[in-house]
C-alpha cells in the first residue's frame, strides 16, 4: 500500500512538471494578462504554471517536487484541491485588489499556499507537528523580509522581478484552505463520535 502511495505522488509530480513544461513552451497564451484574463478564464491557473525563462521553472518544480515527500501524509487529492483553489485565488486577488499588476508567470504564490496549507494541517500530528511549526515560522519569516528588504537573489538567477505580493497572497489562501480543512475535519470527527 505505501508503495502505491509513493508511485501515485510521483505520478502527479511528473504530470505537473509535463503540463507546466508543454505550457511553457506557448507561455504568451497561458500567462496572467490581466486585459484578457476575465475572457480568456484558463489563465486564472495555467499562469501559475508558466514561468519567465526555464531556471524559474526549475526552482519551483524543484520545490513542487519536494513537498509530497517531506509531507507523507498529505495526499494526492489534497494537493490536487489545493492546486484547483489557490491559483484563480490568486489570480483573481490580483485581478481586484492589486490592479497595477498587469503580467504574472510563476508557481511560486501557489507554493507558498501549497506549504503553508499543508503545514497547517501537519499540526495535528503529534510526532510531525515540531516541524509544521517550523515551516510555517521560516515561510512568515520569509514574506516578511520579501516585504521589507525586498527580493534581489531570486530575482538575478531567474532574470526577472521577483512578485512578493504573490507570495503573501499565495500564503493567505493557504491559511483559508488549512484552516478551513482542519475545521471540516474536526466537524466530522465530532459528529462520527
Known amino acids: 500500500m505505501k508503495d502505491q502511495i509513493w508511485i501515485g505522488k510521483v505520478i502527479l509530480i511528473a504530470v505537473c512538471i509535463s503540463v507546466s513544461a508543454c505550457l511553457q513552451v506557448f507561455a504568451d497564451h497561458f500567462i496572467y494578462w490581466k486585459p484578457d484574463l476575465l475572457t480568456e478564464f484558463w ?4 499562469a501559475h504554471w508558466v514561468h519567465v525563462g526555464w531556471m524559474h521553472f526549475f526552482l519551483n518544480m ?3 517536487s519536494f513537498l509530497p515527500f517531506i509531507f507523507p501524509h498529505a495526499r494526492n487529492w489534497h494537493l490536487c484541491a489545493l492546486l484547483l483553489v489557490l491559483p484563480p485565488f490568486i489570480s483573481l486577488a490580483f ?6 499588476i498587469e503580467a504574472y508567470a510563476g508557481l511560486s504564490g501557489v507554493l507558498h499556499g501549497l506549504y ?19 515551516v510555517l515560522v521560516l515561510i512568515a519569516m520569509k514574506i516578511v523580509w520579501e516585504n521589507t ?13 521577483v512578485l512578493t505580493e504573490a507570495h503573501l497572497i499565495g500564503a493567505i489562501g493557504g491559511l483559508f484552505c488549512g484552516l478551513g480543512y482542519s475545521l471540516l475535519r474536526k466537524r466530522h470527527r465530532e459528529h462520527t463520535n
Open 43 to 46: 489563465r486564472l491557473w495555467t
Open 95 to 100: 485581478y481586484f485588489y492589486l490592479p497595477y
Open 116 to 134: 503553508t496549507a499543508v503545514s497547517l494541517v501537519y499540526l495535528q500530528y503529534p510526532k510531525e507537528r515540531k516541524f509544521a511549526i517550523l
Open 149 to 161: 528588504f525586498g527580493q534581489t537573489g531570486t530575482a538575478q538567477l531567474i532574470g526577472s522581478p
Open 62 to 64: 524543484l520545490a513542487f
